[in-house]
């Protein structure tokens, strides 16, 4: 048999892919409920051994470090491969965001392999903090991590507007604030994109300090801006807050639904 029919087979073995599927996208099964937890802690360790990297110099630590996450990032990449191959939509799955950070997540590696010497060594570290992005698939086995993101993705468009609200704000509160200190000698307001600087460091309350007004008008007009900052933190919170609430009545509804027609039948 040639490798092209061996192939043939494989794609077309339909029990081998029901099989996988209930053991990778199954989590209600005894076999998917372990391959979960496998799943978590493989991903709990990656990330460990992302941040133990830039901690440590013995290089029989990082050489260590290193023939882990390759271990891992195998690891990885089979469960990839087998998401698409069990997968009914492989092409919905790739483009999804966890399809797209299981891809991701998996790159370092193999571009660092393509990348031979010194190159190899500067980009591959470099590249590896895109490991941390595996994070993100934590989220899969925590149903408040899917309330969150569905929140999020309902309040994007009002979250949206509000930044483009607020970038509106900086620009004006920064002209205005150029428009006060500018004329004065030694101002460290020189131009008016430092003054929107100055606006989105005193509106989001970070207040590095470097950026102070002079005058009296000036000072008056930073209280107010730091004050109107604090109500404007509170805005996405408010809206994603609301989204949460209404998508857990969404969840009780849907879970409802589901047992009373478990009931009738």
């Given amino acids: 048999m040639t490798i092209k029919q061996r192939w043939q087979e494989l794609m077309a073995n339909q029990p081998l892919k029901r099989k996988l599927y209930e053991i990778i996208f ?15 802690l493989c991903i709990a360790l990656s990330i460990l051994i992302t941040i133990f990297d830039s901690i440590f110099v013995n290089p029989w630590i990082v050489g260590a470090l290193v023939v ?40 370092p590696m193999y571009l660092g392999w393509l990348l031979p010497g010194a190159r190899f060594v500067i980009v591959l570290r470099s590249i590896r903090l895109i490991r941390v992005f595996r994070i993100f698939k934590l989220f899969s086995f925590l149903d408040e ?28 509160l920064g002209t205005v604030m150029y428009m006060v200190e500018g004329g004065e000698p030694d101002t460290s307001f020189t131009d008016i994109p430092t003054s929107i600087y ?15 007004p002079v005058t009296p008008l000036g ?13 404007i933190i509170a805005v996405p919170t408010g809206i994603v807050s609301s989204e949460m609430v209404k998508q857990s009545q969404r969840d009780v509804a849907k879970k409802y639904e589901k047992d009373r027609l478990n009931g009738e039948n």
Avoid at 26 to 38: A, E, H
Avoid at 145 to 159: H, M, N
């Fill in 26 to 40: 199954g989590s209600d099964t005894p076999m998917g409920k372990m391959f979960d937890i496998v799943l978590m």
């Fill in 68 to 107: 882990m996450e390759y271990l891992l990032t195998l690891f990885f990449t089979f469960e990839y491969l087998a998401r698409l191959y069990c997968s009914p939509r492989p092409r919905a799955y790739a483009f999804s965001f966890f399809g797209i950070i299981d891809l991701i997540s998996i790159l």
């Fill in 145 to 172: 991590g899917y309330a969150l993101l569905e929140s999020l993705r309902q309040s994007f468009k009002k979250i949206f507007v509000f930044f483009l609200f607020v970038l509106i704000m900086v620009i004006c």
């Fill in 198 to 212: 100055w606006a989105i460091v005193t509106m989001t309350t970070v207040g590095y300090g470097d950026i102070t």
């Fill in 219 to 231: 000072r008056f007009f930073a209280g107010l801006v730091m004050l109107l900052g604090y109500t």
